[in-house]
T-cell receptor, first 113, second 116 residues
Framework: GEDVEQSLFLSVREGDSSVINCTYT??????LYWYKQEPGAGLQLLTY?????DMKQDQRLTVLLNKKDKHLSLRIADTQTGDSAIYFC?????????????FGTGTLLAVQP | EPEVTQTPSHQVTQMGQEVILRCVPI?????FYWYRQILGQKVEFLVS????????KSEIFDDQFSVERPDGSNFTLKIRSTKLEDSAMYFC??????????????FGPGTRLTVL
């Protein structure tokens, strides 16, 4: 069935790089997404990657996709305290007329000053 | 920048009462979604809506739930008789299209529903 898994917690020091990992089960997804959720807030789209790409860079964010291993990662360079949040990966499933997103468990990123 | 809005931000209701959660999707979007997140759990898909009808619904979306686009701007989720386990954050999302990057779903800030 559809399943997306992430590690639950990551702690880094300000200025270091953070790497958040995600594994998924369905290889038919066309797009994979990263969303950010700050405390008490909604889901903010951070970035996405098309499934025929291996890497996408967007300012401090780098997304790596390994389709063979069904592994997705998000690297945040020069992590700041404002990056502290829960990060969700999600894959998109086509349901006939619309797509639905299947979300991972979310990774809580704690940035220490 | 256009965004999805939701009202109210927090709704408290008694078990058995009806609630309507409201969403205003981004204006040129055609595909609409509801998701929910029970505290400490994953964000779960509830229902998708296109061309004035439900496209897909999850097992969670039983007869107590309904969605409607009553006019050209609002998209509502109604829960007829709320249960304690309906307490969650409910997110509305919209997408412009279905193919390529237009498939990207943009989320509202959520409505926290508390059922007492």
């Amino acid at each position: 069935g559809e399943d997306v898994e992430q590690s639950l917690f990551l702690s880094v020091r300000e200025g270091d790089s953070s790497v958040i990992n995600c594994t998924y089960t369905d290889s038919s997804s066309t797009y994979l997404y990263w969303y950010k959720q700050e405390p008490g807030a909604g889901l903010q789209l951070l970035t996405y990657i098309f499934s025929n790409m291996d890497m996408k860079q967007d300012q401090r964010l780098t997304v790596l996709l390994n389709k063979k291993d069904k592994h997705l990662s998000l690297r945040i360079a020069d992590t700041q305290t404002g990056d502290s949040a829960i990060y969700f990966c999600a894959e998109s499933f086509y349901g006939g007329a619309t797509n639905k997103l299947i979300f991972g468990t979310g990774t809580l990123l704690a940035v220490q000053p | 920048e256009p965004e999805v809005t939701q009202t109210p931000s927090h709704q408290v209701t008694q078990m058995g009462q009806e609630v309507i959660l409201r969403c205003v999707p981004i204006s040129n979007h055609l595909y609409f979604y509801w998701y929910r997140q029970i505290l400490g759990q994953k964000v779960e898909f509830l229902v998708s809506f296109y061309n004035n009808e439900i496209s897909e619904k999850s097992e969670i979306f039983d007869d107590q739930f309904s969605v409607e686009r009553p006019d050209g701007s609002n998209f509502t989720l109604k829960i007829r008789s709320t249960k304690l386990e309906d307490s969650a954050m409910y997110f509305c999302a919209s997408a412009q299209g279905l193919a390529g990057v237009t498939d990207t779903q943009y989320f509202g800030p959520g409505t926290r529903l508390t059922v007492l």
